[in-house]
């Protein structure tokens, strides 16, 4: 326990002092006969924080109407994406009233809910894809004009491009 108690208040040990512990002795401790034990010292290591960056107002700027742009891009996206998946759906509905409609029997009715459904997920997945593209490419375009202005990570805010939708 002294030991870790040693490293969590910064006590520097050496080998010696540390082998010591292994061995039974007393933690920062060397004895020799007619030399008091020397005093335990501790110090305090403070951790290396960065200084802040300063970024001037034209390289903010320059952000800024990146992630105007990025966002505009995303938003008309996502418009497509739902007005896409709203026609699917109502295709879809349309489809199966029309197939539940049928009076030629079941096997016709089961052939046709089956394209509704083969549609839909045709449908689905072409929105899907098209909101990818568009995405990656929002971001792509993004990363580019941002590097394009020079400006530090510090002021991106691509940590956080893993909270966007991801689709279906």
């Excluded at 910064?10 to 006969?33: E, K, N, R």
């Excluded at 008091?36 to 903010?60: D, L, M, N, R």
């Amino acid at each position: 326990m002294q030991f870790l108690a040693s490293v969590f208040t910064g006590v520097a040990l050496s080998a010696g002092s540390f082998f010591g512990f292994l061995h039974g002795g007393p933690v920062g401790t060397t004895t020799h006969p007619g030399t008091p034990p020397p005093v335990a010292s501790s110090t305090i290591t403070k951790w290396h924080q960065p200084e802040p960056v300063v970024v001037s107002a034209t390289t903010t700027a320059c952000v800024g109407a990146a992630v105007s742009t990025r966002e505009q891009t995303l938003d008309a996206a996502e418009v497509n994406l739902t007005s896409a998946l709203n026609s699917a759906y109502s295709a879809r509905a349309s489809a199966l009233v029309s197939a539940y409609a049928l009076t030629t029997g079941g096997g016709a009715v089961s052939a046709a809910v089956k394209a509704a459904w083969q549609g839909f997920s045709s449908s689905t997945k072409s929105a899907d894809k098209t909101w990818r593209t568009a995405r990656a490419g929002a971001w792509q375009a993004f990363m580019t004009a941002a590097k394009a202005c020079k400006a530090p990570a510090s002021i991106l805010d691509t940590n956080d491009s893993a909270l966007e939708v991801s689709g279906q």
